[in-house]
């Protein structure tokens, strides 16, 4: 029989705020040495994301990370705001807590909202983008990969 330590396993979104927050400015949204946005001049202060990974040994997890976005709504030029956009080579499930927008999933864009849930298959390049006038808030789950989950 697998033992293991039990642990507070149920968790608030406030419990997300005791963590360590990284805030994505739009200055800061760079992917392969460039600026994701077209002509971020003016905007490069503005706040793009915030996000927040539960810390493993508070959610008795060692091979999943649960994480938290917040996606500021507004845009960027003709841009909406979105995040960085990736692929990696493990899974990845998005819960939608709150807003609208669109997720992107190898160039097919779909619609997102309050209570949606995307699966995301390893490899599938995928962003999400804010085209609504509301902050975007989603948990995403995936296994634990480079530096995230440490």
């Known amino acids: ?41 003016g905007h490069e202060k503005e706040l793009n994301y915030e996000v927040c990974d539960l810390l493993s040994k508070k959610t008795g997890l060692k091979n999943l990370v649960v994480s938290l976005t917040i996606l500021y709504p507004g845009k960027v030029g003709t841009e909406f705001k979105m995040t960085t956009g990736h692929s990696h080579p493990k899974e ?30 390893r490899g599938v390049w995928h ?13 995403s789950v995936f296994e634990k990969y480079g530096k995230r989950g440490k």
């Open 127 to 139: 962003r999400v983008i804010n085209n609504k006038k509301k902050k975007i808030i989603f948990l």
């Open 1 to 41: 029989m697998l033992k293991s330590k039990i642990i507070n396993m149920k968790f608030k979104l406030k419990d997300f705020k005791r963590m360590k927050v990284l805030r994505k400015k739009v200055k800061d949204m760079v992917s392969r040495g460039k600026n994701i946005y077209k002509n971020p001049k």
């Open 92 to 121: 990845e499930v998005y819960f939608f807590l709150d807003g609208d927008g669109q997720i992107i999933l190898n160039r097919r864009k779909f619609k997102v909202r309050k209570n949606d849930l995307i699966t995301v298959p």
